[in-house]
């Protein structure tokens, strides 16, 4: 059923009626069984205007990032990443 729901998500069409965002970090799992990262996290990253940054952790699988390493280095990067957009 997951699934079933991912393959119609689309929140880049979202994107385009929303007012400008704020600095945005898009992590993605190079080896995401679930989305193509190219057609989301990509296209999202493309689309944006303002602070933007992508990151493509390598060798995990989409819920990968929720623990261990994959998750400590999201961590890093959320925190170095907003504290120099938000100061």
């Known amino acids: 059923m ?8 689309a929140p880049i ?4 009626h929303r007012p400008s965002l704020p600095a945005v970090l898009v992590i993605d ?3 995401d069984e679930l989305i ?3 057609q989301h996290g990509q296209r999202f990253y493309d689309r944006l205007t303002g602070p933007k940054q ?3 952790l ?4 989409h819920y990968d990032i929720y623990r261990g ?3 400590e280095q999201a961590r890093r990067l959320a925190v170095e990443w907003y ?3 938000l100061k």
């Open 54 to 56: 992508r990151v493509v």
């Open 13 to 16: 069409e979202d994107l385009g």
């Open 58 to 61: 390598p060798a995990i699988k």
């Open 69 to 71: 390493e994959p998750l």
């Open 36 to 38: 193509d990262i190219r």
């Open 2 to 9: 997951i699934r079933e729901h991912y393959q119609i998500f």
């Open 83 to 85: 504290d120099k957009q």
């Open 29 to 31: 799992a190079a080896n």
